[in-house]
């Protein structure tokens, strides 16, 4: 069954609907965004999150102590790099990591070889910031990608109603949404139920018997 990461999280009610809603993973984003936070807030939310699901940090271009110090202070289970980190960087940094690359072309799916991460996640090119711009790419894009299905996270203008096709044609390790499950840029708890459900091929009666 594919994992769920919902990312962006900044406020404890919204840890708990994920969690309670059977997420794997929630994402916490250090990065200049409008969903950013420190990593007092980080450390606060991270209080309701059970250690059966990965506590992951988003983080564009940040120094190596930076890194080092916000995930041994939440603490995090992997460091996401968003930004221009060479993989020379990554290795030296040390840390269990997630590269995020931007696809456009085949081309930006083939950097992945560069990288010697555990986890790959391919999203869009951001617009407003770093980091996706809650449209979708072209997901045939990825068998340039080399990667192997037991290492892809896809992102990138997932919602409710394309989850289910966009798992049956990538076949990921794990999907990632933010946007989709916002409301007027505000995460809804009931979009991130609704999500993680139809992720995890459950209807709301499964959903119900199972809480």
């Known amino acids: 069954m594919t994992k769920v990461k919902i990312c962006g999280l900044m406020k404890v009610e919204h840890v708990q609907a994920a969690v309670e809603a059977g997420a794997n993973a929630i994402g916490f984003v250090f990065a200049p965004s409008r969903r950013e936070v420190s990593i007092q807030q980080a450390q606060k939310l991270a209080e309701n ?7 992951i940090g988003v983080f564009v271009d940040a120094s190596k102590e930076e890194l080092q110090r916000t995930f041994k202070e939440v ?13 020379d960087f990554i290795r030296e940094v040390g840390l ?4 995020a690359l931007a696809i456009r072309d085949e081309e930006d799916a083939k950097q992945a070889a560069a990288y010697d991460v555990d986890y790959f996640l391919f999203d869009t090119p951001g617009v407003e910031y770093k980091g996706g711009s809650g449209k979708t790419f072209d997901w045939s894009l990825l068998e340039s990608a080399g990667v192997s299905l037991g290492q892809t996270i896809l992102a990138g203008g997932l919602h409710a109603e394309n989850i289910e096709e966009a798992i049956r044609q990538v ?41």
């Open 49 to 55: 999150i059970p250690d059966s699901v990965l506590k």
């Open 75 to 87: 603490p995090l289970d992997y460091i996401q790099y968003h930004g221009d980190e060479s993989p």
């Open 96 to 99: 269990p990591s997630i590269k």
């Open 171 to 211: 076949q990921p390790y794990m999907v990632d949404v933010s946007s989709g499950v916002e409301i007027d840029r505000q995460k809804d708890t009931e979009r991130i139920h609704t999500f993680i459900h139809r992720a995890k091929g459950r209807n709301d009666r499964d959903a119900d018997n199972r809480n």
